[in-house]
């Protein structure tokens, strides 16, 4: 007989801390696997294995579904387990969300960073055109 797994068995779990969001994946033993970057303020830290309660931090624990899952619950696991220990997280190219990601899709993608990109670029653009445009005008004066 099997051993008994939780509902987060190989989903891809989130917390949203104010402006950002924490990801990891569900080990079915009331567990997280996450890059701990970032998780517990400003500091740097490796993929490692947490319980629930503390990824969570109080938080509710919400699930990402993907249409396109290419690793089925048991191998998202064993690919997550398979980094325990990395420390090679960066907040734009390796963060959880993109360790999640790739634990899912084998693809390490980040929405946040996407947004983040989106927005600053929304924000920028129509300064760097206006600057241009005084700078035109000085110029022919």
């Given amino acids: 007989m099997g051993e008994a797994r939780d509902s987060y068995w190989g989903q891809h779990v989130y917390v949203r801390h104010g402006l950002y969001t924490h990801h990891g994946i569900g080990d079915?033993?009331?567990?997280?696997?996450?890059?701990?970057?970032?998780?517990?303020?400003?500091?740097?830290?490796?993929?490692?294995?947490?319980?629930?309660?503390?990824?969570?931090?109080?938080?509710?624990?919400?699930v990402r579904t993907h249409r396109?899952?290419?690793?089925?619950?048991?191998?998202?696991?064993?690919?997550?387990?398979?980094?325990?220990?990395?420390?090679?997280?960066?907040?734009?190219?390796?963060?959880c969300e993109h360790f999640a990601e790739w634990c899912i899709t084998g693809r390490g993608r980040s929405r946040q960073i996407r947004m983040a990109a989106k927005a600053a670029w929304l924000v920028v653009t129509p300064v760097v055109c206006?600057?241009?445009?005084?700078?035109?005008?000085?110029?022919?004066?």
């Fill in 28 to 62: 079915g033993r009331g567990g997280v696997i996450h890059y701990t970057g970032l998780a517990n303020g400003l500091r740097s830290g490796p993929v490692r294995r947490t319980p629930i309660e503390e990824f969570a931090a109080g938080r509710p624990v919400k």
């Fill in 68 to 95: 396109r899952r290419k690793h089925a619950p048991a191998e998202a696991v064993q690919r997550a387990e398979a980094r325990l220990g990395e420390d090679r997280y960066h907040v734009v190219w390796n963060n």
């Fill in 130 to 141: 206006y600057a241009a445009a005084r700078l035109g005008t000085r110029r022919r004066a």
